[in-house]
């Protein structure tokens, strides 16, 4: 089978940014900064980017350019005879797919918004309202699917990076006009103070561990979704200064939807802690009281299925890429039966909260998306990250100097030797330490 390619460097950005932006930047980090404090959380999440997060991008990047394969494929060429690391390929597989069994419950619910705003019809909108009804659950959920796996069913340039140029483009136009429309609002400066301005005394631990998971989280890191983009693309360019350029996208993304939102939060006395529930009730809610909320609820909420959908077809991509190499299928008939999969797994999430909402994985009110989004942030993402920090920059693995010369390879920003520290000990090391204490302090 031969390795298809991107049509462009650009191509490349907007797709790896595309996988990294979504729903984690959107919908999971506004309501973790406001569970976590505000600025605080704000404040240890850009840290955890730059020192932890940076340099796993980088290193997958590197062993998806250099194996030329997918996640299920790349330890394989790259490893030494008789080692196992290959095995993590699987795991990332099943992360990818562990993802993708909530993630697309949840673009559902951001078209489901916008179709309720697009068309005027408000009466009775409300998170919970929408998520007890298994018929609206199952029916986005399926939507959401076949658009991903229809797009993914044309090949690469014609299909994934045509359609995720426009979507991406599109998508921070309508961040930057929904950002200046927030900071017209009344509760502007005192939304901005408690969103940009740290208050130490709310930092503890478990807003370090949040902080990491939500680093890893938003940038699909260590479940091989980066790597994958890395076999797309030839060697004109270093791969430090292109993941600089994706981490840039997807933070200004993130920045720009607390903008948004808490500004709003503080105009209308709406509460900053709400939970997963606080785009969807919150922004609602703002724009139900504001001029002309129709139109900007709809516009919100595009930009939202917009942020979404760029994810479902960056991970799908992922998903049918390993399994093709597992099975040699083509791309229409891999999209079909993998959809089928994905959609299957998703009716846990999609009915998790009506048909089968007796199943409480964790502690009082905790749900099947808990269990999914725990087997992914808490576990296989730190879990994967230290595994490729292990292999990429150890004799035992594929080695530092092998990784440095693929990663450095072009033009652009370079790995350099005294980084080797950072990415050797301090990465597995870091994330060992916040991984254990998270699961010991978790709310089981």
């Known amino acids: 089978m031969n390795r298809e390619r991107l049509g462009s460097r650009l191509g490349f950005i907007l797709l790896s940014a595309g996988c990294a ?12 900064t406001g569970q976590n404090g505000g600025g605080g959380f704000v404040l240890i999440y ?19 350019r250099a194996s030329q394969a997918s996640p299920v494929r790349m330890y394989n060429k790259l490893e030494k005879p008789g080692h196992k690391w290959h095995l993590h390929g699987y795991l990332a597989l099943l992360g990818n797919v562990c993802l993708m069994a909530f993630y697309t419950v949840v673009c559902g619910w951001m078209i489901h918004y916008f179709i309720r705003f697009l068309t005027g019809d408000l009466e009775g909108i409300g998170f919970i309202n929408m998520i007890s009804e298994p018929g609206i659950n199952v029916i986005y959920l399926l939507i959401t699917v076949v658009l991903g796996f ?5 090949n690469l340039q014609g299909g994934l990076e045509r359609v995720t140029k426009y979507i991406m483009v599109g998508l921070l136009a309508l961040m930057v006009v929904l950002a200046v429309r927030s900071f017209t609002l009344g509760g502007a400066a005192e939304g901005l103070k408690f969103y940009l301005v740290p208050d130490f005394s709310k930092i503890t631990g478990n807003t370090v561990v949040a902080a990491m998971n939500q680093a890893f989280f938003t940038l699909s890191l260590g479940i091989g979704s980066m790597a994958i983009f890395g076999s797309y693309i030839g060697k004109e360019r270093s791969l430090m200064g ?9 933070t200004f993304v993130a920045i720009t939807a607390g903008l948004i939102i808490f500004p709003a939060c503080f105009t209308y006395n709406m509460e900053v802690g709400a939970g997963p529930g606080l785009l969807f009730d919150t922004m609602a809610t703002v724009f139900l009281n504001m001029g002309g909320g129709r139109f900007w609820g709809a516009l919100f909420f595009l930009f939202m299925v917009f942020a979404a959908m760029s994810t479902v077809l960056a991970v799908f991509e992922n998903i049918l890429a390993c399994v093709r190499e597992l099975t040699g299928w083509s791309r229409p008939k891999g999209s079909i039966i993998c959809g089928i999969v994905i959609f299957a797994l998703a009716l846990t999430t999609a ?10 994985p964790f502690a009082e009110g905790s749900s099947w998306l808990d269990f999914w989004d725990f087997i992914v942030s808490f576990n296989l993402l730190p879990i994967g990250s230290i595994v490729i920090a292990l292999f990429c920059c150890n004799k035992f693995g594929w080695g530092w100097d092998k990784f440095m010369e693929e990663a450095n390879a072009g033009q652009g920003m370079k790995v350099k030797n005294w980084m080797k520290p950072i990415f050797q000990i301090a990465i597995p ?16």
């Not at 850009?46 to 998806?64: D, I, K, R, S, Y």
């Open 351 to 360: 009915l998790g909260f009506s048909t089968w909402a007796g199943f409480v």
């Open 46 to 64: 850009v840290l955890c980017l730059l020192v932890l997060g940076l340099p796993v991008m980088v290193m997958e990047f590197a062993l998806g």
């Open 429 to 444: 090391v870091i994330v060992l330490f916040l991984y254990i204490y998270g699961l010991i302090t978790f709310a089981w």
């Open 242 to 250: 292109e993941s600089v350029n994706v981490i840039l996208l997807d």
């Open 150 to 154: 229809l797009v993914l069913s044309f």
């Open 21 to 32: 932006i979504g729903c984690g930047n959107v919908w999971k980090f506004p309501w973790m």
